[in-house]
């Protein structure tokens, strides 16, 4: 289970999407299944890809991958931030590996409008 989650708006269409943050255990134990519910085509052609290749032991690779996958996958497709549940936006900006440098601009503040 997901140790916290965040809630996501589109920027033009307003479309609400919940993304899991930490472990995907939907993954590890459904396999595929949960880019279909969650309508991630892309994902599911690389996980289907890696499941044929590896035999069906990238499942396991996928439990600690997918959900960082997918939020920044959301991120990138015009969603935005809208409120975080169980999670602090330092902690996110270290999950989703954002450099946190001052000279750097940090990416995740161009997309939280709490």
Known sequence: MAYAKILM???RTGQIKQAPVG??????FFGICPTIF?????GFVVMMVATVLSFGSSTII???IYNKLSIKDLLLN???VKELTNI???KLEKYLDVPSDKNTSRMLHIFVHL
Do not use: A, N, Q
């Not at 472990?23 to 590890?28: K, R, Y």
């Not at 969650?38 to 892309?42: A, S």
């Open 9 to 11: 708006e589109h920027k």
């Open 23 to 28: 472990l995907s255990w939907t993954v590890l």
């Open 38 to 42: 969650r309508r991630d085509w892309k």
């Open 62 to 64: 996928f439990l600690f």
């Open 78 to 80: 015009g969603y935005r």
């Open 88 to 90: 602090t936006e330092d």
